[in-house]
């Protein structure tokens, strides 16, 4: 579910380029050349260069390709599979029902990236910019949000405003009959534009702290008004934030499955599930899947391509006055009124929900043991993805950040194509490669495990990485010349220093396997659930009681990982001793 | 220094012959020759870029040479078809930033390169240390201790296994001044005591002068001499390794029968080759007296302490450098002077073909 989240840290977007350009520059030698950037590292003398002028072992390449292959296998499949139906493809593909699918996707996306943007970009400028009172409040509670998955958001709307939820049975006794329907476009489009907006907020807020206020300054000392200075220096500036914001929005809403299905608005993820559960021929969901793997690469390379340049476009951080406040006069009640209200209907609402129903399923004797079993079910698998994650992660890792060039790096991208693509599509992909080739896996938990891994790679090849680009390898090498294999320095240098990225490597994975809900749902045995399963069938049928405990869990599941993110993220430019 | 100068026909400890190393399109290292004795230390001399770090990495392993051999002792480790890992080379290495392992402390980290049985023992690691001075800050970890005692616990660690070659990376660079001057003379001792032959890699010349036994020059890549220190400074082959290593003036001129002709008059010659030639001499070997008629004067002067660099314009425009020792003998700036070169010349084939061309001073 917001993986993306994990798309945002560990792309290379922001800490990865963050933590080489440190460790670079950190070495603080007097006769390196230049500041130096992925280009000229390729081509330094070893002093300036991680060991990476040797090629590579073989063993350690044939790893690293092996498993970057195997995240691609299944994509490519998926193409196979869809392409066998023949003509039958453009069957599909020109259906009416396809292009309503379509449409409603696209209005969807663009709905929701609109309205997550504008809320983001208000929300970040009041609480940075402004004289709003208790700034620092809001600047948490907004972005809170961020810890329900989609599904369970979806949950609590449903739950709250659904024919028989809260607010119904709250107002039946003044003799409502029934609330304006809370199911299609509207209820799709409230639950993930406020699901999304953080991501715009957080990435706009970061942009808005770093820039440097002097900027504004000389522009309004060169005879510029105000309004002006806004348009022609700060918008400029928050672009590339506001654009790597929406580019998250925009993925988060295409590979949504919990909140269209639940609110049952057909956008593809939803139609790709119901093609699959209900048709006998599963070409159809081959193919949608296809054309929403399709649409999401379009928007990547789009959003690739416009990004070179916007990546580099952060002020220096040298030492600067703080920014200067706004006052805002007579809006200050109105701007007051709405972050309370967002914060009210993200946050509030769906926790007023989850605790209603909570106490609800109490009263009326609902078991907790099931549930028990259930967690159980979550954690075992999570643990497992976790473990098989990062020990998969381990060759890229070491492959690119201690032989960097065209093989590491092509292995490198591989293993970040499944984590950007729907969930819903690699299931499927794998559903299709299982039931062929492996047949045995089929509807096992090591297939599940095998979709969490692709699917959660990139978060622990980002921990790793990172970690790993703190260690000198000048480390390694002292323990080579000390009369150690590379084998043996691996673990008793390399392992041990690396304990903080691999436990929060680990952590990541684990977080997301257990709010992982598309591939879960595909994937998993019969009759297995999870905590994710479980508050989607539960909302599904209607019956709120039996969510509310799991979704209470996973709220506190999804604010641990956020909270390590978080301090990774602040931790990364101050662990100065290993390097 | 003399006892050393006895024992030179000791067996080679490290050789290297024709290494070849190219990163991409970018050389490090082309056709360096090495050899060094056994018990010697060797600086490889050169400033920054030129190499000097990526011969010490092809003697430990740490890269593998595009061509060439490198021997350490009867063995060799590099070559055609042969590649002996860094672990089997028994060569240790002194890193520039140490590499202490970071999650070990002190004791561990120097017994990290001994074998499971003599780590147990906890002899050995206690002998470097005490051989280094540091038995007190055994059970300390790297970060607690100063620069000066990281270097050599560095040091230590790199003894431990005994090695028959130890190999140092800059490994004063990032002391301070101060610091510098005591470790150096430390770490000599060291080394001797513990009869291990060194090689190390500085830009640094006064470095590399007081501590070699011998230094390799290496400009461009590389290896342009290799000689004793003194050898370097009085008798250096090319202008190239003379203006490296000290100050020098230079001058067009002629050279025939062991003398040569120049401006300054007709000097005798140490070393070089006869025909057109450019003629080298130390500042401190030229001799200035006052003399109201001298073909010089003087237009400027640094003053520095122990000794002082004076600038001579000639009435010819050649400028020529003086170094003068203890009292300033009344010179000053302005003054008229007569100069006399105090010692033979080195003269070298002249690099222009036209002595006029060419531009003696920096």
Known sequence: MYRHAGFFFNDGMFIDRADELNFWSGKNRTDMAEPSGQHTMDRMVPPFKPGGARRPPLPLMILAAGIAAATLLPMAYLAIRALESGFGVFEIVFRPRTLSVFLNTAILAGTVTAGSVIIGVLIAWLTVRTDLPWRKFWATTTCLPLVLPSYVGAFALVGALGPTGMVQSLLQPLGVERLPSIYGFPGAWLALTLFTYPYVQLSVRGALRGLDPSLEDAA??????????????????LRPSIHAGALLVVLYTLSDFGAVSLLQFNSFTRAIYVQYTSALDRSAAAVLAMMLVMLTFVILMTEYRMRGRALYYRSSSGSRRPPTVVPLGKWRLPALIFVSLVSLMALGVPLTVIVYWLFRGLMAGEQFAPHAQIAFNSLIVSGQAAVAGVMAAFPIVILAVRHPGMVSRVCERCTYVAHSLPGIAVALALVFFGARYVPALYQSMAMLVF???????????????????????RLEEAGRILGRSSGRVLWSVTFPLMRPGILMGLALVFLSCMKELPATLILGPTGFNTLATRIWGATEEAFFARAAAPALILVLVSAISL???????????SRGRFR | MTDIDNNQKQRTAIECVGLCKRYGDIPAVCGADLSVSEGRFLALLGPSGCGKTTVLRLIAGLEVPDRGE???????????????????????????EYALFPHLNIEDNAAYGLSAYERSQGKRAHEVLSLVGLEGVKDRMPHELSGGQQQRVALARALAPRPDVILLDEPFSNLDAGMRVRLRAEVRRILRKAQVTAVFVTHDQEEALSLADEIAVMIDNRIVQTDTPERLYRRPESHMVATFLGDANFLPGRARNGAVECELGTLPMAQGTEGDVEIMFRPEDLVLTSDEKGPGVIIEREYFGHDQLLRVRMDSNTILKSRLVGCCRGLREGERVRVKVDSPVIAYPSPYGCPAEVSPLE
Request: charged share 15%.
């Open chain 1, 451 to 473: 979709a969490y891994v692709i699917l959660f790679l990139p978060l622990a090849v980002g921990s790793l990485r990172a970690s790993m680009l703190q260690l000198s390898p």
């Open chain 2, 70 to 96: 490198v021997r350490v002792g009867a063995q060799t480790v590099a070559g055609p078809g042969i590649n002996v890992p860094p672990e089997e080379r028994k060569v240790g290495m002194v890193f520039q």
């Open chain 1, 563 to 573: 909270w390590i993110m978080f301090a990774h993220e602040e931790g990364s430019g």
């Open chain 1, 220 to 237: 309004r000392s060169l005879g510029r008004s105000a309004p002006r200075v806004f348009r022609e220096i700060t918008l400029p500036h």
